[in-house]
């Protein structure tokens, strides 16, 4: 994952092998690169981008969490699934807090968050890439 002036760029070693994920996480990037561009724009502009990243990643995750569950198995499903928990509760804190708090402080956490969900990303969802390489790219789950 590099971050130039223009945001994350998706790169090949970011692929899992998945379709859907990882036509997912391309997209996920888009969002974020809107977002840290909103950092700086009005409460508004921000907070609607911040609602639309935070919906697509709850949709995301659901999406994946069948994937790993049917392709992966045990115990890499689960360390995912609560990873994913994790990282929704710091998401919604943040959303929940920041009606009224300073904007440097809500910038930060907001660009702490992007860094864990960048680190899960790049260390953890790359675990998944054996069991799928059993798997054709267009696996889905039913
Ligand atoms: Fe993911």
Same mark, same amino acid.
């Given at each position: ?6 945001g994350?760029?998706?790169r090949?070693q ?7 994920i990882?036509?997912d ?14 950092l !700086? %724009?009005s409460?508004?502009v921000l907070?609607?981008a911040? #609602?639309e =990243?935070s919906?697509? &990643?709850? *949709? $995301?995750?659901s999406r ?25 509760s ?9 009606? !009224? %708090?300073?904007?440097g ?5 907001? #660009?702490? =968050?992007?860094?864990? &969900?960048? *680190? $899960? ?13 059993k798997?054709?790219?267009s696996?889905?789950?039913?």
């Amino acid at each position: 994952m590099t971050r130039t002036e223009g945001g994350y760029q998706w790169r090949e070693q970011l692929n899992v092998g998945n379709d859907l994920i990882d036509s997912d996480h391309k997209h996920l990037i888009e969002l974020i690169n809107r977002v840290q561009s909103c950092l !700086g %724009a009005s409460e508004g502009v921000l907070t609607s981008a911040m #609602n639309e =990243f935070s919906k697509f &990643l709850d *949709v $995301h995750f659901s999406r994946e969490e069948k994937i790993v569950r049917a392709a992966c198995g045990e115990p890499l499903a689960q360390q995912i699934y609560e990873s994913h928990l994790a990282l929704l509760s710091t998401l919604r804190q943040i959303q929940k807090e920041s009606r !009224g %708090a300073a904007s440097g402080s809500r910038i930060q956490q907001i #660009n702490g =968050f992007i860094g864990d &969900l960048m *680190v $899960h990303l790049i260390k953890q969802e790359l675990l998944m890439k054996p069991a799928l390489s059993k798997f054709s790219p267009s696996f889905a789950p039913g």
